[in-house]
């Protein structure tokens, strides 16, 4: 069983930054890809940003490219998604997300998929006020 804790959400203003951080527990971490998705409200979740088991490869939304930046410390069994130049239409609640069936390749767009996910975190808010 794998438990993830979100934190580090809040309000902000428009241009300012924030970094989520999302806690492991149970299973090895280092052995699964991770990713971060979000929902505002009235709509459905999105993908944001995933990250491979060990860091190497990243892949974002283009609405987030150049602004999100994702990081891991397997050490500490966290990952971490460091928020930049926010924006309005950044506010949602942040999920956190594992995959830690083991697979053998790190794929951007397949890691973009919900589906790929066996355990998600309860959320951290995140409201950006213009």
């Known amino acids: 069983q794998v438990q993830l804790v979100e934190s580090g959400g809040g309000l902000v203003q428009a241009g300012g930054s924030l970094r989520l951080s999302c806690a492991a527990s149970?299973?090895?971490?280092?052995?699964?890809?991770m990713g971060w998705f979000r929902q505002a409200p009235g709509k459905e979740r999105e993908f944001v940003a995933a990250i491979s088991w060990s860091g190497g490869s990243t892949y974002y939304a283009d609405s987030v490219k150049g602004r999100f930046t994702i990081s891991r410390d397997n050490a500490k069994n966290t990952m971490y998604l460091q928020m930049n130049v926010l924006k309005p239409e950044d506010t949602a609640v942040y999920y956190c997300?594992?995959?830690?069936?083991?697979?053998?390749?790190?794929?951007?767009?397949?890691?973009?998929?919900?589906?790929?996910?066996?355990?998600w975190g309860q959320g951290t808010q995140v409201t950006v006020s213009s």
């Open positions: 149970g299973r090895t971490f280092s052995r699964y890809a």
């Open positions: 997300a594992a995959d830690t069936r083991g697979r053998l390749f790190f794929s951007g767009t397949y890691y973009s998929s919900e589906a790929q996910y066996d355990y």
